[in-house]
């Protein structure tokens, strides 16, 4: 009796110290972007599979992926593809990269609402957040256009940690640098609270950020055709601000990680991506 005891505290505790390993595993950490959809995913998920524990949290793309290299979250979330330095560290520690694209996101440019400019070009982009054009009155409407106010611009970016900052310095600034007084942001939020706040303001954040606080622009790239960020618009690849979201994992946390990584990849996975304003990786 007392061997059968000693065998059954044996197996209790074994089963605890699994299902302690499992819980511990299902961190996430990184994108402020990408921060909205995990969360809602991580709710869902939890509630179909009871016992399971997925803890997200934001900080940025570097942030998450640093997070990754020194073993401190299992998924990093990020708005940009990480870089080859980043993939050299993590060869040296032993490690073999996994990558999901779990969704895209159109990222809007964004102004206060009083502005009454709507339509701009990459060009234009450019000029401004590099600091070449520093009034609203030096720029002129490409459709309408309607010359912008006296203001003064006052240029909102994400900080360098973000994936969002390096991607818009790629696409659209075509990999020159930012004006020296752009005002960096520690979360998409803050930009959104201050564009919304600040009549000559612009800025840039996620789709699925945009609300009726603050005016997202139609924007082209060709001077051509000017397309406003919608989810139709990113699921057809018309806008051309759009971008690939990631998770990032290590091959020797695959059995932790890639249960919730299918869900999210799943039909309703990915109508949780949808919902939350995102486009769908399907």
């Known amino acids: 009796m007392m061997k059968q005891m000693r065998t059954l505290r044996i197996v209790v505790f074994a089963i605890t110290v699994l299902a302690s390993l499992n819980v511990a595993g299902q961190k996430i950490k990184g994108?402020?972007?990408?921060?909205?959809?995990?969360?809602?995913?991580?709710?869902?998920?939890?509630?179909?599979?009871?016992?399971?524990?997925?803890?997200v949290t934001g900080g940025g793309s570097g942030v998450g992926i640093s997070a990754l290299l020194d073993g401190t979250t299992d998924i990093a979330m990020a708005s940009r593809s990480i870089k080859f330095g980043e993939k050299m560290?993590?060869?040296?520690?032993?490690?073999?990269?996994?990558?999901?694209?779990?969704?895209?996101?159109?990222?809007?440019?964004?102004?206060?609402?009083?502005?009454?400019?709507?339509?701009?070009?990459?060009?234009q982009l450019e000029a401004i957040f590099r600091g070449k054009v520093t009034n609203w009155n030096q720029v002129t409407d490409y459709v309408t256009g309607r010359r912008g106010p006296d203001l003064k611009i006052i240029v909102y970016s994400r900080e360098t940690s973000s994936g969002t900052y390096e991607f818009f310095k790629t696409s659209v600034l075509h990999e020159k640098n930012y004006m020296a007084g752009v005002l960096s942001m520690p979360a998409t939020g803050a930009v959104i609270q201050s564009v919304s706040q600040t009549r000559g303001a612009i800025g840039y954040v996620g789709m699925a950020y945009v609300n009726s606080h603050v005016k997202a622009l139609k924007v082209s790239y060709d001077g051509k055709r000017f397309v406003y960020p919608t989810m139709a618009n990113g699921r057809n690849h018309t806008y051309p601000i759009i971008r690939e979201l990631y998770y990032y994992y290590t091959a020797d946390k695959a059995s932790v990680v890639e249960p919730f990584i299918r869900f999210l990849l799943s039909e309703e996975g990915q109508q949780i991506v949808m919902d939350s304003g995102y486009v769908p990786a399907k």
């Open 31 to 55: 994108s402020d972007t990408v921060l909205p959809v995990s969360q809602e995913g991580a709710e869902m998920y939890m509630k179909q599979h009871k016992g399971a524990r997925v803890t």
């Open 89 to 123: 560290k993590l060869g040296k520690a032993g490690k073999k990269l996994k990558e999901a694209v779990i969704a895209y996101d159109a990222l809007a440019v964004i102004v206060n609402p009083s502005n009454p400019i709507t339509h701009l070009t990459r060009a």
